[in-house]
Structure formats: C-alpha cells, structure tokens
C-alpha cells in the first residue's frame, strides 16, 4: 500500500474517539447547565422529581455536590481528553508518514485503548453516580479504576512509541513533542497522586474499593495540587498546544512561524509548570516556601505561555484576511487569544495579595471556564471540524450553521467569566468587609444571596455554549449521514456546502 497518499492512513480509531468527544461533551456540558442553574435554584431537580414522585429514589444521585463531579469528570476525562486521543489518532499517522494498518498489532492496542476507555468512563459514571469517590478533586477514582486507568495509558503509550518506531518521517513534528509530555507528564502525575492503600486488604474492614492516600496531612495536600495544577498543564494545555500547531498551520496553509520559539515555549512549559502547583496553597497550612516558589514560577509562567500563543499568531503575518473568510481560522484564533488571556489572570490570580482576596471565591471558575471553554473547547471543536472533511471525505454540512455557533458561544463565553469575575471580587470583598470594632459586616448568608443574578447570567451564558455544542453535533451528524462525497482530500481551508 502506498502510505504516503493522505487518504490511506486508518481513521477506523480516530473516528469512535470523535463520537466519544461528542457525546461526554454533550453529556458533561449538560450537566454543567444543570448545576449552575441548581446554584441559584437548589430546589430545581428535587422539585422536577418530587412532581413525578421520585425525589426519594433518585434525589440523593442528582444533588450538586454528585452532579458537578459528574461534571469535572465528563468534560475534562471525557470531551477534552477524547478529543486528545482522536486529533492523536489523526495527526500522528500525517506527521509521520505512516499508516496505523501498516501495523495489525498497533491496530489491535487502538482499538483495545478505546474500548477499555469506554469500559472505564462507564464505570467512573457509574461509581460517581453511586458516590464512590476518593474525595481528591480530579482524582476522584478510587483504586480499582486508577488501576484500569493505568492500563488504558499504556495502551495509549504503546500506540505513540510503536506508531513513531515505525515512522518514515524522522524529523518528529512540534505536534509531537506536546503529545509525548501528555503522555509522560500525566503518567508520573498520575501514578504519584494516586498512591493509595486499599484498607480492606490491610485491615480487614471496609469497602472492597476503599483506600487512604499513601500520604498525609499538607503532604497529601501539597501531592493532590502537584497533580492538580499539573492536570491543567499537561491535559487542559499542552494536549491543545499539540492540536494547535498541527490543525492552524493546514487550515490556513501557513507554515509555523518560529521553530526556535516553539522550541524556547515548549521546554520552558515543561519546566516551569511543574513549579507552579503551589498557587493552589496559597494562605493554607504549607510551608511558607512552597506558596511563594508557587507564585513566583506562575509569574514566569507567562513567558513560555506567550511565546506559543505568539508563535501561533505570527503564523497568521500577512494572512490575516483568512479570519474573516474561514471560520474554523476564526475559531482557532480565538481559542488563542482566550489561551493568552487566561494564561495572563492565572499569573494574577497567584499573586499572593490577589489570591488573598480570589480564593475561595466565584472568580476561579471563571478563571477555569473562559481557559476551559473559550481555549479548550473552541480548539478541540475546530480541530475536529477540520478532521472531519478528510477523515469521512464529505464536504461540511454549512458554514453558517458554525458561524452561528461561534457567536453563540463566545457570547455564552463572555457572559459565563464576566459574570463570576464581579460575583468573585463582590464575595471577596464582602467577606474580608469590617466595621469600626473590626467585626465583620456581612453574615455568609448575605454573601451568598447577593450573588444570585450572577448566578443567573452564568446559567444563561452556559445554556448559550451548550446550545452552541448541539449545533456542532448537528452540523457533523449531518456531514458523516449526507454531506457531499469529496473524491479528493482538501488541501487548506475545509469545503463547505453553504
Ligand atoms: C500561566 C498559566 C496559569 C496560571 C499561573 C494559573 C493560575 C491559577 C490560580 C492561581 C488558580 C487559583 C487557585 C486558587 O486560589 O484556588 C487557578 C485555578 C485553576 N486554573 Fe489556572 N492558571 C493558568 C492557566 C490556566 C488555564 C489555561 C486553564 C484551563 C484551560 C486553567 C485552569 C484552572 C483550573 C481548572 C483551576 C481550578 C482548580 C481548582 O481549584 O479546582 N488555568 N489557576
Ligand atoms: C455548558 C458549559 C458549562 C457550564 C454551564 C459549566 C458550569 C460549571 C459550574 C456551575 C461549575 C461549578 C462551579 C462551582 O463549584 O462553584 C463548574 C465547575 C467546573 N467546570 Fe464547568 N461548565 C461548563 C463547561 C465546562 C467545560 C467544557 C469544562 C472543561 C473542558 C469545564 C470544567 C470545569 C471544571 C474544571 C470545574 C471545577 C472548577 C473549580 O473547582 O474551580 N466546564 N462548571
């Protein structure tokens, strides 16, 4: 078989990840409505169940505190990292120039890696559901799934070294570096967060799944934001940076613009990231150094940040027509200026006199959600837009319908972060607010009543992104079932019927 012919590489495996992104992106994203519209309305699922007589049977499983890990768990392990594996399964063939079905054994790990991930998504849902948690955020799993976890890792590792083993392509592409440091940065992160010992094995009593942290107190504390923050770096970032340099560069046919720059971000990201974990601490029962070596590093943090967030935009020098003519450049173009403009409040945030007043606060999730949903999503969205064309060889269903889609949601996006930023500062300052005698002027319950509208712009911003996701279901459901058949691949900007 000719491998080299674009339209000969196997996309038998990227494609079952891309109807995974859709569907937990579907599902987590729905689920997010749901709790930002519980924040403000707690009685709004007890209510609908108590009207159909099952607030006794199902009550405990829809409460915020089940639902929002449902929520963390669906869009982060989810959407964003299905959407990790399928660009993967996609570009890794393209950047080295080989075909997964030059190889039956790496067909077989590419599939196992899928299902076994469907297999372990089911059973986190399922676990969460029932309330079977860890209680480490982000790390809710308990042992016997951070077991299969590893194992789906592996797999997923044995794809990447076996793919690049046998690549006719030597040089390995920018992309490639960033999947490598997925891979082995949330394997080490992974491993050592999860260290647990299972009780029952040792002790004869409790659950079968339970286990306690191998460490304690402001170790375990300082291990989980290791982890935590980490998480952000290595799955939230640098899986999307991999995206980023693949799919810009071929939608707009412009070639990266610095190679010393992606090479000066790329070690930067590696090294200073893993410093920076202690901005999570800040003002808690950790040493004093760790908070401040956390700050400092997330203050430099912005360098290597910039400088890909730069790279990228300079690719676009003297094609910057192409944002108005090509919406998935637009989309693209975006999630890089949310990527800068996140990546600018995350250093604020970790100054010790910002964190002082943010912490605890609304303005963290809007730190997360305009990070999450105007970078994240935005990129993860285009990249498999611009997959689909070439994956399926059919035209996209309308242009129109993503155009919509991108106001939609970064209207959505806008009032999702605008909205938690005053709710952030308003709490903030009310809490820390003193009279004369230095007794504080606010009880809780005012704190929490006030935000209330906030809470209701949020929920409006979120159903806006949502709606914006079900018109990208849509559009691609249309485009694989009746778009137009296309004998060749396109080369630049993806056809589109209308
Ligand atoms: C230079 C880069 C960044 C820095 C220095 C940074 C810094 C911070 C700080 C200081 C916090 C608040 C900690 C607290 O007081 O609770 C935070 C929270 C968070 N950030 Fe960032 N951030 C950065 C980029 C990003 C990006 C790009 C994303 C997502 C795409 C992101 C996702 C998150 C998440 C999910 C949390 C919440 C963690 C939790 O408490 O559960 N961050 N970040
Ligand atoms: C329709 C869109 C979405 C809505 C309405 C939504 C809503 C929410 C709400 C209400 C919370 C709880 C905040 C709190 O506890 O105070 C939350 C937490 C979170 N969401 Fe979303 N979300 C959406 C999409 C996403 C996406 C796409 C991602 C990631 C790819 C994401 C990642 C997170 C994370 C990491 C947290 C925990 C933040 C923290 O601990 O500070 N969300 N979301």
Request: net charge positive.
């Amino acid at each position: 078989m000719h491998t080299t012919d674009a339209l000969s590489y196997d996309y038998s495996v990227a494609k079952c990840f891309l109807f995974a992104a859709i569907l937990f992106g579907i599902v987590g994203m729905l689920l997010g409505v749901v709790i930002a519209f519980q924040m403000f309305l707690p009685n709004l699922v007890s209510g609908f169940l108590g009207l159909l007589g099952l607030e006794s049977a199902l009550g405990e499983y829809l409460t915020f505190g089940r639902l929002r890990i449902l929520h963390t768990s669906g869009v982060i392990f989810g959407f964003m990292l299905s959407g990790i594996f399928a660009t993967w399964y996609y570009v890794g063939q393209r950047v080295l120039k080989v075909s997964m079905s030059e190889s039956p054994f790496l067909m077989v790990i590419g599939k196992l890696h899928f299902w076994l991930y469907m297999i372990l998504m089911t059973l986190a849902v399922v676990s969460l559901f029932l309330g079977i948690s860890g209680g480490k955020e982000y790390a809710e799993l308990q042992w016997p799934l951070d077991i299969l976890v590893v194992v789906v890792w592996v797999l997923w590792g044995v794809g990447i070294f076996g793919l690049i083993g046998i690549r006719r392509e030597k040089a390995l592409y920018i992309s490639l570096w960033y999947y490598i440091a997925v891979f082995l940065g949330i394997a080490m992160l992974y491993l050592f967060n999860n260290m647990a010992i299972p009780t029952a094995l040792v002790s004869g009593y409790g659950k079968w799944y339970h286990a306690v942290s191998m460490y304690s107190g402001a170790n375990d504390a300082m291990v989980q934001w290791w982890y935590g923050h980490n998480a952000v770096a290595f799955v939230f970032t640098v899986g999307i940076i991999a995206q980023l340099y693949y799919f810009l560069p071929k939608e707009s046919g412009q070639a990266v613009y610095s190679y010393k720059l992606s090479l000066f971000s790329f070690w930067g990201l590696m090294f200073i990231y893993l410093w920076a974990g202690g901005h999570h601490l800040i003002y808690q029962a950790v040493p004093d150094w760790v908070q401040t070596m956390g700050s400092i590093f997330s203050v430099i943090l912005i360098l290597p940040s910039w400088g890909s967030a730069i790279n990228i935009l300079l690719t676009m020098k003297g094609e910057w027509g192409q944002v108005k003519s090509n919406v998935l450049v637009k989309f693209m173009i975006l999630a890089s200026t949310f990527y800068m403009f996140s990546t600018l409040e995350g250093p604020i945030l970790s100054v010790k006199s910002v964190n002082a007043l943010a912490h605890f606060t609304d303005w963290i999730p809007g730190h997360v959600h305009d990070g999450t949903l105007g970078w994240v999503g935005f990129m993860t969205m285009a990249s498999l837009y611009h997959m689909i064309p070439r994956m399926f060889k059919r035209e996209l269903h309308s242009k129109k319908l993503m155009e919509t889609q991108l106001w939609l949601q970064t209207l959505g996006i806008v009032l999702f972060f605008t909205s938690m930023w005053v709710a952030g500062i308003t709490q903030g300052m009310m809490w820390r607010a003193t009279d004369e005698f230095g007794v504080l002027t606010h009880s809780f319950v005012d704190t929490s009543t006030v935000l209330m509208p906030y809470y209701a712009i949020r929920a409006v911003g979120g159903t806006l992104y949502l709606l914006g996701f079900f018109l990208f279901a849509y559009n691609i459901i249309k485009t694989v079932r009746g778009g137009r058949v296309l004998d060749k691949e396109p080369q630049n900007a993806s056809p589109v019927a209308a």
